[in-house]
């Protein structure tokens, strides 16, 4: 099983940003689709983008497009979530989750990625 690290999280106001890390304990790229999903108190975990490691191909909510941009760093085996503009309503804990390539359906549902790191917490002051 692929192990999942975030970090980056923190407390910024509104207008403000933030680059989420999520590290890998093995190679991320050509291996796994990767996601960053939220979870606000009393709501269900959402996701906030997808990324194909080995083509690249990204999707985003539409809450954060244009504000939101994912990047990996394959030497690394670290994925990124950068944060711009943020809004109080991005408060969140945010989990980083993988698939492996293999068996990944395209889908944007939790349980469509089977690995989740431990989630980093986001809160972003009015």
């Known amino acids: 099983d692929v192990q999942l690290v975030e970090s980056g999280g923190g407390l910024v106001q509104a207008g403000e940003s933030l680059r989420l890390s999520c590290t890998a304990d093995e190679l991320l790229s050509e291996n796994f689709a990767m996601a960053w999903f939220r979870q606000s108190p009393g709501k269900e975990r959402e996701v906030v983008t997808t990324?194909?490691?080995?083509?690249?191909?990204?999707t985003f909510a539409d809450s954060v497009k244009g504000r939101f941009t994912i990047s990996q760093d394959n030497a690394k085996n670290t994925l990124y979530l950068q944060m711009n503009s943020l809004l109080p309503e991005d408060t969140a804990m945010y989990y980083c989750?993988?698939?492996?390539?293999?068996?990944?359906?395209?889908?944007?549902?939790?349980?469509?990625?089977?690995?989740w790191g431990q989630g980093t917490l986001v809160t972003v002051s009015s």
């Open positions: 989750a993988a698939e492996p390539r293999s068996v990944y359906c395209s889908g944007s549902l939790p349980h469509d990625f089977r690995f």
């Open positions: 990324i194909d490691t080995a083509d690249g191909y990204i």
